[in-house]
């Protein structure tokens, strides 16, 4: 049941609660998933991809038949890897060979693992592995090849960092590593679904030829988190954000959370988020080459809740107190616009990117970069969607065009002018039918002897909710003087 709290927030923010519902009742998935044509073993299979993350299981089930089981395994095994490197209790010597080997695990036959520590969160996966490694044995061999290879790369990634980690050395020191550590847990992930994306045929192939495109999706999601989750990191004793970036601008990183250093801590933000920003325009150039809608849905959600996440934290002093995320409201709002096409995207990138820009200070040493990135992101959209429409261009006598002149722009204004205040009359209109209404209404009711002394008295009382038949029995007994 939502709390007093949020239900103040959406009467104050009515946009957001009619987003809600237009996603959950309107939404119309591209593809739904037959549970009835599944196997027992490919049904467990979703769900533990329900119990590992609701947020992509939604998504994952509404793509393509021809990707459906192929994603959804893939995001299985990386998360069943992810289980091994994220238990601080297993031992190194049992974990290393295990991370290195994963890519070989996930092809024997009735492999599992209750090795995790108890309160680790997706344990029950590794427990039951065996599910997913038999529905993996039966997709596509050109699917298992790209799944094998990324669990591979990346199973050698989380080993070399745990090592890492181990010996004491898991801050990030400098741009480069922090790129690297991203590409692991990120980029690759990028990299493996562009290839399951192009193998199915609902992505172009050249998307193959330009790996920073696949790096850039990854990256600008991960980047996005690392700089939201600041707090939540620092807590558990973690830090992903680079010594070459924080260092600029404090001498510890524990100054970052001090209110003392607020502005300097600010600046920072503002230089990661700057980081993140140089991704942004790739990553609309990627979602172009995208065939299909539902995989067109499945990569573009998650980009857009990028931009607007960046935009939510940028110089935003909340970030080193406390975990800050968009709204559920805003959220499916960012679900509606971009399960549409990549023009709406480019509407999503183009404001949030004005936003960022507008909130951008000549204080902040990162000021100019920071115009120029959300300038790039617009010269990006312009080029793909020109702003200047047809109609704005009227052929002169010779046959050269010209601009509307100031004349037809004001008129065009007052237009607007008009139009807009046609619906405040409108919507007055209606308000005021309502009212009269009620008003008779109330007015019959009062004629036939309704006893709205007695309601009031009711209701000063606190008795908001309808009496029991005895109960209101009672109170018309105590009201009742006779007169009638």
Request: aromatic content about 10%; some cysteine.
């Amino acid at each position: 049941m939502p709390s007093a709290a949020s239900i103040l927030y959406y009467m104050l923010h009515f946009q957001e609660l009619r987003s809600i519902v237009q996603w959950k009742i309107w939404h119309n998935p591209v593809h739904e998933r037959n549970e009835e044509k599944e196997e027992p073993t490919l049904r467990e299979c979703f769900k533990y991809l329900d119990m590992t993350s609701r947020s992509f299981s939604g998504v994952i089930q509404e793509l393509h038949p021809e990707l459906l089981v192929p994603v959804a395994l893939f995001y299985l095994i990386l998360r069943g890897a992810d289980t091994i490197e994220d238990d601080m209790t297993l031992p190194l010597e049992q974990k290393i060979p295990m991370l290195r080997d994963f890519h070989k695990i996930i092809a024997k036959d009735g492999w599992t693992f209750d090795g995790n520590g108890p309160n680790e969160k997706d344990r029950e996966l590794l427990v039951h592995f065996d599910v997913v490694i038999e529905e993996y044995n039966k997709v596509k061999p050109a699917y298992r090849a790209i799944i094998k290879d990324i669990t591979d790369k990346m199973g050698n990634g989380m080993a070399d960092y745990a090592e890492k980690a181990e010996e004491g050395n898991s801050a990030v020191q400098t741009k480069e590593e922090y790129d690297l550590y991203c590409h692991y847990v990120a980029g690759l992930v990028g990299e493996g679904l562009t290839g399951l994306f192009v193998e199915s045929g609902l992505a172009n192939p050249a998307l193959l030829k330009r790996p920073e495109l696949q790096e850039s999706m990854g990256l600008f999601l991960q980047k996005t988190n690392i700089i939201r989750d600041i707090h939540e990191d620092m807590e558990d004793k973690r830090r992903f954000w680079p010594k070459d970036i924080w260092s600029k601008y404090v001498d510890n990183f524990e100054d970052l959370f001090d209110d003392q250093h607020k502005e300097a801590a600010l600046n920072c933000s503002s230089e990661m988020v700057l980081n993140a920003l140089h991704h942004a325009d790739q990553c609309l150039f990627y979602l172009a080459a995208i065939k299909e809608q539902s995989v067109f849905n499945f990569a573009a959600i998650p980009q857009s809740m990028a931009i607007a996440t960046l935009e939510l934290v940028f110089r935003n002093p909340q970030i080193f107190k406390k975990n800050v995320k968009i709204t559920k409201g805003s959220a499916c709002r960012l679900m509606v616009q971009s399960s549409q096409n990549l023009r709406t995207v480019c509407d999503v990138f183009r404001d949030f990117s004005r936003k960022i820009h507008k909130r951008n200070t000549p204080k902040d040493p990162n000021f100019l970069a920071i115009s120029i990135a959300c300038g790039k992101i617009e010269q990006f959209i312009e080029s793909v969607f020109p702003t200047q429409s047809p109609n704005a261009i009227v052929p002169t006598p010779a046959g050269e065009p010209v601009t509307l002149s100031e004349e037809k722009a004001l008129e065009k204004a007052k237009a607007d002018s008009e139009a807009k205040w046609d619906m405040i009359y409108l919507l007055a209109a209606c308000m005021g039918t309502l009212f009269l209404i009620s008003c008779i209404m109330i007015g019959i009711a009062y004629l036939a002897g309704a006893r709205f002394d007695v309601a009031v008295d009711q209701i000063k009382q606190g008795k908001i909710s309808r009496p029991h038949t005895n109960e209101a029995q009672k109170i018309l007994k105590a009201y009742d003087h006779g007169e009638l």
